[in-house]
């Protein structure tokens, strides 16, 4: 016998009342519109999840019983749904809720797949016909920008302590994963997709999995229809120029060939890759009387060598890398111990360059990771040793706050005083190679981290200022002691080297400062007309102008440079936000539709703010496909231990080198 006192204080019997039927509708209606919105979203909540449990239970009764950590993931499905279940036409809606019952569901795997597939049939809304949001390389005309992105970077006004930033929402909000970001300086922190140490992956949805492996074969494509290009027309030559179809030498050494086997290794392409390997073995030719830069021979050919021998212990590329590496040890032969810039292969002899007696800073101090890998393989430290005292020399020499001009004599080993200071053309990589040596002796040689917190102290001093009026981070350059609002697209790799040190203990805030720098090498790109950076831009720091960014007609230019996208492959590995690959993937559907030849190839582009006439260049860079789109495909990589951060260091060709241990 049920009771309940009604208004009028008479205690009604209602199993003895004829007609308690209707009345125990009525008093239980009136019951249900007493109850608040959060309260009839519970109670439905929890009649879903005991018809469910019902359901599975009678269908496997014989051979699974709810364990105690199931029945309490179930009971969290339930207590999560805090919003009413959508209208039937209400698409995102029902998107947002699938994705919360992806969530939820992804934790039950483990203990159960059959009941993981239950799940997905009986209670996902929409069910079990609900078609998934398609994503294809095809290219998209309604795209996000990044500035109507949502989980972006983080920017911190000038005098406001990190603690006390707050959200400044702005404009309408689109419903993805955080609160809207605006482009004016205001960002909201974002909240990093939870990390699965087991076998290197990280926890997505079936969708979004999908969606990557979508865009990881789009890549894929690329670099085929780049290869065929180059195989076709330039095969065993440094460059592919897909225009005239036909080659350029530069050092006779089958540039993009060599720098494209850990790529296609990456890949998993087999045939492409043996066709390259055989060529190494029989038509690569090191003995050759012809003069190189050592730099770019250093980082494109040895460092190519070195990553394929590490990657496939294939003896072939190991004993190609040491006698390239004799080779080039005779460009250290100098009075002072700085390298030459040029050396002969054939005679091994090392000379100034032609231009005047001093070599680039960069060019003498990011050759190291190389060296030292070799001396690693063949135990001889004849090769690390004069890598290591170039660092020497440089570092004892006076510098204010860690930042070195640009060039340096061979002769003397003498900076050149009052060179330009910059993070661009001649000094980037010296940068990068102090944290990434240290990296690389498994952080056990500490100079060159000491040398490298240093250095980006002075950086942030000198170097780092804000544009006007979006309040855009940049890196900007002394000329004389003056400060210039320039930036070279060169200095975006600065964003995963802040994020690298960050990540293996060194100062916590290069992250933030990372986001906020990537966020606007991404804004390089998208405030342009064809969606591709200019080589070279300047900031706006005066108030009034309403564009942040000014582009030179004669830098308006891309030479399919990796920079950007190489630090969007690190910012996501290293904090599992997908705003990074979906700029990234934008970022590659621009390249796709100005510098794709459908003849064959990839082409640079003169000007970037065209679209009617972006001026092919006829020449496709070898890093395009040694840097460009393996980052692209490692950033689409959902399995973390695919050439692990930590266990793998990239040199400044994107050439991975084993961590020591």
């Known amino acids: 016998m049920v009771s309940r006192t009604m208004s009028d204080s ?110 997905r049939r009986r209670t996902l809304p929409g069910g079990a016909n609900r078609k998934e949001m398609k994503t294809d390389h095809v290219v998209q005309k309604d795209v996000v920008r990044p500035d109507r992105m949502l989980d972006g970077p983080l920017t911190r006004h000038k005098g406001e302590k990190m603690e006390d930033r707050q959200e400044r929402p702005e404009g309408k909000s689109v419903k993805m994963r955080q609160e809207k970001k605006s482009d004016q ?24 999995l999908k969606q990557s492996e979508n865009r990881k074969q789009a890549v894929v494509d690329a670099f085929r229809h780049a290869w065929k290009a180059y195989r076709t027309f330039a095969w065993g030559k440094d460059e592919l120029m897909p225009i005239s179809k036909s080659s350029n030498r530069w050092f006779g050494l089958g540039l993009t060939l060599v720098d494209s086997l850990d790529t296609m290794w990456i890949m998993n392409l087999k045939e492409e890759f043996q066709d390259a390997r ?16 050592l730099f770019e021979c250093t980082i494109r050919v040895l460092g190519g060598l070195l990553s394929a021998y590490h990657l496939t212990q294939d003896d072939l590329f190991k004993t190609k890398a040491i006698d390239l590496a004799d080779r080039l040890l005779g460009g250290f032969n100098s009075p002072s111990g700085i390298p030459y810039s040029d050396v002969n292969l054939q005679t091994r002899s090392g000379h100034p360059p032609r231009w005047g007696p001093d070599s680039s800073v960069s060019e003498a101090t990011t050759i190291q990771l190389e060296f030292r890998d070799v001396a690693k393989i063949t135990g001889d430290t004849k090769y690390q040793k004069p890598a290591d005292r170039v660092i020497d020399i440089v570092h004892d020499q006076p510098v204010e706050d860690g930042l070195l001009p640009i060039f340096i004599n061979a002769q003397t080993g003498h900076l050149r005083q009052g060179a330009t200071i910059t993070l661009g053309a001649r000094g ?49 350059e002394l000329k004389n002691g003056r400060f210039s609002p320039k930036m070279d697209h060169l200095v975006c790799f600065l964003a995963g080297t802040l994020a690298l040190g960050a990540h293996n203990g060194l100062n916590a805030s290069h992250m933030d400062q990372a986001k906020e720098l990537l966020h606007t090498c991404v804004q390089m790109y998208f405030r342009m007309e ?53 700029w990234g993937w934008q970022i590659f559907q621009s390249f796709e539709k100005y510098t794709r030849i459908e003849e064959g190839g990839y082409s640079s582009i003169s000007n970037v703010r065209s679209i009617e006439n972006p001026g092919l260049r006829n020449k496709m860079e070898s890093f395009f496909l040694g840097e460009t789109l393996k980052y ?25 080198l084993p961590i020591w241990t």
């Open 278 to 293: 055989d060529w190494v073995e029989h038509s690569l030719d090191l003995n050759q009387h012809t003069d190189v830069n």
């Open 632 to 656: 692209f495909y490692l950033l689409f990589e959902e399995d973390f231990s695919v050439i692990s951060l930590d266990k793998f260091v990239f040199n400044t060709e994107a050439h991975p």
């Open 428 to 476: 980037d990589s010296y940068y990068e190679y102090l944290l990434k040596q240290w990296i690389q002796s498994g952080k056990t040689e500490s100079k060159f981290r000491d040398r490298y917190v240093t250095s980006m102290d002075g950086v942030q001093r000198r170097l780092l200022q804000r544009s006007k009026p979006s309040n855009l981070l940049f890196v900007g």
């Open 185 to 208: 300086g205001s960002r909201v922190e974002e909240k990093p997709l939870e990390q699965e140490t087991r076998k290197g992956k990280h926890a997505v949805d079936a969708a979004r």
């Open 10 to 119: 008479v205690l009604v019997n209602i199993g003895d009342d004829p007609s308690a039927k209707q009345r125990r509708k009525r008093v239980s209606w009136r019951m249900w519109n007493q109850l608040t919105r959060l309260q009839k979203n519970v109670v439905l909540a929890v009649v879903v999840v005991m018809v469910m449990g019902g359901v599975v239970y009678s269908s496997n009764t014989s051979n699974w019983l709810y364990s105690d950590q199931t029945t309490s993931m179930l009971v969290t499905l339930a207590s999560d749904i805090r919003t009413p279940f959508p209208k039937r036409n209400d698409e995102s809606a029902v998107v947002g809720l699938r994705e919360q019952y992806e969530r939820k569901i992804g934790l039950l795997q483990e203990e159960n797949s059959d009941l993981k597939a239950q799940l």
């Open 530 to 582: 064809t969606g591709l950076s200019p080589e070279i831009v300047y900031f706006n720091q005066a108030t009034g102008n309403s564009e942040d960014i000014i582009v030179k007609p004669a830098d308006a230019h891309n030479l399919l440079r990796p920079e950007t996208v190489e630090s969007l492959f690190i910012l996501y590995r290293l904090t599992g936000n997908s705003t990074y690959q979906e």
